[in-house]
């Protein structure tokens, strides 16, 4: 049976997660391979979301961040050697650069399979006023055009926002999924199975914790908002995070909640759905898996520094947006903790099958439409 390729090197965060998505829709109408780097197999991330075996593995990569040369190599390898129908780049936005100059050359005689990019930070919707956005996207919109004219490409896919229903011309939206395991209605439940204290409110900050979370900042904000909260943080902290926690617990004996660690999905969920607010003070414009996970969980998100994740928030009904400074932060998180009503979602749910049907172009059978 023709074989679908998924290529990604780098299984850091929760890479594997969409590679789980898009496979299982992919397995449809036949088998799967995942190229993807030295080691991958031995991570958490791997025993999460692919240990299974559904998915064929090979490690052929020796680093995560891989040359477009190099990735079109391993592709045209296995072309060589097997029936593929499709190749899927997960993260195409360093390959899209490149690929349109030298896929052409490398597959020569080499059948040339149904080739799909997933762009990871493509601004689906910019405003003609937003002059930073424009000069993210339009060099990337020209870059697809220009492989879809010689065909080096056949699709292209980016993450949406949520509240975005339009199938995209150039670059097809899919959007990010709304998934959690978990739900706020069983917060209790959750705070005694993960030693956290039934007496005070949390406000939770998930994910890969580096500076880009900005964690003293909203401290900051909770510390001026005179909430009675205490800070749950869950993911690796990096170095500079980790000495910051360190310093702030010393001078703040239990508030700080640490899950200092790679954590299986589960428990992500579980520690979502246990807190009462889950900030998000992100710089990057584009839509967030921790605050799909919070949304589906009923926990109510405040959101900054984006624009696609403020329409998110005002079309779902799931939060409150704020300016990137302390003031408004707290002004938003003391809001969002003092509300007594519950957050009900107005968008239609954003499911991983959606996501994975779009990034591909296929059915539910898995099929190209004839």
Known sequence: ??????????????????VANVGAVARRSGPVVLLTSVGASRTPSFGTFLAGGDVEVREVFAERQVPTETMIEEIVRVCRSEDVATVVLMDADQALKRWWLKAPRAFGDV???????????????ARITDPWL????????????ISRANRSVDRVAGFAGRDDMSAGWLVKRTRDPDLCSAHAADSDALRARHG?????????????????????LIWEAMQRSGAEADLLLAGAQDPDVRAWVDATARE???RL????????????????A?????????TNNGPSGIMGKAIAAG??????????????????????????????????????????????????????EEFARNLLGVDENGLLPQ
């Open 196 to 216: 956290l204290p039934l007496d005070r409110q949390l406000v939770g900050i998930f994910g890969v914790l580096s500076e880009r979370r900005n964690i003293p």
């Open 252 to 254: 703040h004996p239990g």
């Open 257 to 272: 909640h640490c899950f200092d660690d790679f954590l299986p999905n589960e428990t992500i969920d579980e520690l979502v």
């Open 299 to 352: 926990v109510p998100v405040v959101t900054a520094g984006s624009v696609v994740r403020a329409r998110e928030i005002e079309a779902s009904g799931c939060g409150l947006t704020a300016d990137l400074t302390a003031e408004s932060l707290g002004t938003a998180i003391r809001a969002a903790l003092e509300r007594r009503t519950p957050w009900e979602n107005r968008l239609p749910p954003a499911t991983a």
């Open 134 to 145: 424009w000069r993210l996207k339009a060099p990337k919109a020209l870059l697809v055009a």
């Open 274 to 282: 246990a807190c009462d607010v889950a900030p998000i003070a992100l």
């Open 111 to 125: 059948r040339r399979p149904r080739v799909v990019f997933m762009l990871t930070r493509y601004p689906a919707r």
């Open 1 to 18: 049976m023709p074989v679908t390729v998924l290529v990604d090197p780098d299984h850091a965060g929760h890479h594997f997660q969409a």
